[in-house]
């Protein structure tokens, strides 16, 4: 996805504003400000209020993605992948984000290499936990559009991924 909306950027630099989390959380009315006037819209105060209220919009609260979508936004999230994540799981996310991560100006992880044997049970157990979320997802979307081919891209991806890497 990042690949992709890098070539799209490339070619259509003018139709593309790029928001950095980091920048976004230390400055919410600057960047928020910035990318109204992107946009051609004039800035309301009430965006930085979003989340009263959110309760009565995000009807996925059980989602893993909706954590915090009631609060306020805070800086303490930014870098909390550090506490949070083993060693080995940030090996995994550097090693298949490296290239995109180094092109978007982040350094690497010091330490992040230490744990490399690890790396093919990491990823069996990121397919065993993320199946049984994107079947439910399925079933509760009524296998829509693309809903079980995902699963399936996702495994391709990941077996491809340990082949190539293991030859």
């Not at 919410?28 to 309301?44: A, K, Q, T």
């Not at 491809?160 to 293991?166: H, N």
């Amino acid at each position: 996805d990042v690949r992709a909306g890098t070539l799209f950027a490339e070619k259509h630099p003018d139709l593309i504003y790029e928001v950095r989390y980091e920048d976004l959380v230390s400055e919410p009315r600057r960047e928020l400000e910035r990318i109204c006037d992107f946009l051609g819209e004039s800035f309301d105060e009430r965006m930085l209020q979003y989340h009263e209220g959110a309760e009565q919009v995000v009807s996925m609260k059980h989602e893993p993605w909706s954590k915090g979508i009631t609060s306020p936004i805070y800086k303490e999230r930014v870098a909390s992948w550090e506490r949070e994540l083993s060693p080995s799981q940030i090996y995994v996310i550097d090693w298949i984000t490296g290239s995109c991560r180094e092109r978007a100006g982040y350094a690497a992880v010091a330490g992040a290499r230490s744990s490399r044997w690890q790396l093919p049970f990491l990823l069996a157990q990121s397919v065993i936990r993320y199946l049984p979320f994107k079947l439910k997802q399925s079933w509760l979307a009524r296998k829509g559009p693309g809903e079980t081919g995902e699963t399936k891209r996702l495994y391709r991806m990941l077996t491809g991924l340990l082949t190539s890497r293991s030859r």
